[in-house]
């Protein structure tokens, strides 16, 4: 090979490298600007159109030569507007009202909406709270949210009271979606291994809001008490499935497999039941619960509640005892 020849390939190779160099400080450059740009947004969070995930478009940042109260009502006004991208869905259905916004005493911004906003759906309830409090604290000056009901601190079902809500109470993950923790106390009901009575525990739960109070009841009853609880006996049957559970008007409607019927030793009927109906009954605006068995009502419940509808029995509990368990 001649010299110029290799002097050439030499020549080429080194422009070859300062192009691949260049390139990728470019990349870098573009990333580190779409990084920067992505910071520098007010995202107004939206809703896609299924519902079941939380997204965000680009918003116009307030004038801060505005007064407080004003860049609020001009956010507010971005999350109620229909957003540009047709892949996305507001936060608020129009079934619910906005009443008020102010600032507390504590100097959270409180966000007041109509009666109608206790109906909404567990998952919409919960993008909607994560939507519009990562929106808000946006602002500077907004460092808690606080949900109010027609002039009343929001209670979601179970009676947990949000209160004062940060950003870092919703987490995201890497598909846009928006999760909720929350530690909740719910009270379940178990066999007592003293006695042949139902015994109460409190117990300590993280809840993420992806279902129902009602079915995190149920999975926790299906479980049976914490490993070492030497104080209550697991009440439902072993294999136990909860098919479906949904509530309305105050009942819950229970659908389980048949090894519900397979009654432990020394627990029988009734206290299954009553496990089950006591504990659900403890969540907020609960009266009665109906059990079905893959779908077809059973006679044999009807004798606990007319028509197999079974309200609490306090008679059938023992005394009460306060737990955890991790959820």
């Given at each position: 090979?001649s010299?110029?020849r290799k002097?050439?390939?030499?020549a080429a190779?080194?422009?070859?490298?300062?192009?691949?160099?260049?390139c990728?400080?470019?990349?870098?450059?573009?990333?580190?600007?779409?990084t920067q740009t992505t910071?520098?947004?007010?995202?107004?969070?939206?809703?896609?159109?299924?519902e079941?995930?939380?997204l965000?478009?680009?918003?116009e940042?307030?004038?801060?030569s505005f007064?407080?109260i004003?860049?609020v009502?001009k956010v507010l006004?971005?999350?109620?507007?229909t957003?540009?991208?047709?892949?996305?869905k507001k936060?608020?259905?129009?079934s619910?009202?906005?009443?008020s916004?102010?600032?507390?005493?504590?100097g959270?911004l409180?966000i007041s909406f109509?009666?109608?906003y206790?109906?909404?759906?567990?998952?919409t309830e919960l993008?909607?709270?994560a939507?519009?409090v990562k929106?808000?604290c946006q602002?500077g000056?907004?460092?808690y949210?606080?949900?109010?009901?027609?002039?009343?601190?929001?209670i979601?079902?179970g009676?947990v009271?949000?209160?004062?809500?940060?950003?870092?109470?919703?987490?995201?993950?890497?598909?846009?979606?928006?999760?909720?923790?929350?530690?909740?106390?719910?009270?379940?009901y178990f066999v007592?291994?003293?006695?042949?009575?139902l015994?109460s525990?409190i117990y300590?739960?993280t809840?993420?809001?992806?279902?129902?109070?009602?079915?995190l009841?149920?999975r926790?009853?299906?479980?049976?008490?914490e490993?070492?609880?030497?104080?209550?006996?697991?009440t439902?049957p072993?294999?136990?499935v909860?098919?479906?559970?949904?509530?309305?008007?105050?009942i819950?409607?229970?659908?389980v497999n048949?090894?519900?019927?397979?009654?432990r030793?020394?627990?029988g009927?009734?206290?299954?039941?009553?496990s089950?109906?006591?504990?659900?009954?403890e969540?907020?605006?609960?009266?009665?619960?109906?059990?079905?068995v893959?779908?077809?009502?059973r006679?044999?419940?009807e004798?606990?509640?007319?028509?197999?509808?079974?309200?609490?029995?306090?008679?059938?509990i023992a005394?009460?005892?306060a737990?955890?368990?991790?959820?």
């Open positions: 090979m010299l110029v002097l050439l390939i030499a190779l080194m422009i070859t490298a300062l192009l691949l160099t260049a990728s400080d470019g990349q870098e450059a573009v990333s580190d600007a779409q910071e520098d947004t007010f995202k107004i969070f939206r809703t896609d159109v299924t079941s995930s939380l965000w478009e680009s918003g940042t307030p004038d801060e007064g407080k004003e860049q009502r006004d971005e999350l109620a507007s957003p540009r991208d047709k892949e996305m936060l608020l259905p129009g619910v009202t906005m009443d916004a102010y600032f507390g005493r504590d959270q409180i109509s009666k109608s206790n109906s909404l759906p567990t998952v993008l909607l709270r939507g519009y929106t808000l602002l000056f907004v460092d949210v606080e949900f109010y009901v027609e002039e009343t601190p929001l979601l079902r009676e009271i949000p209160g004062l809500m940060k950003q870092t109470d919703f987490i995201d993950n890497t598909g846009n979606t928006t999760y909720f923790r929350q530690e909740v106390e719910l009270t379940l007592k291994s003293s006695e042949k009575m015994g525990g300590i739960v809840y993420d809001g992806s279902s129902s109070y009602e079915e009841v149920s926790l009853l299906v479980r049976g008490p490993e070492g609880d030497t104080e209550f006996i697991p439902l072993e294999g136990t909860i098919n479906k559970i949904t509530s309305s008007d105050g819950v409607y229970v659908d048949e090894e519900f019927l397979n009654y030793e020394n627990i009927e009734e206290l299954t039941v009553y089950l109906v006591n504990s659900l009954c969540l907020q605006g609960i009266m009665k619960v109906q059990i079905t893959n779908g077809t009502t006679k044999a419940f004798k606990y509640g007319q028509g197999g509808f079974i309200e609490r029995r306090p008679d059938l005394s009460e005892k737990g955890e368990a991790d959820g």
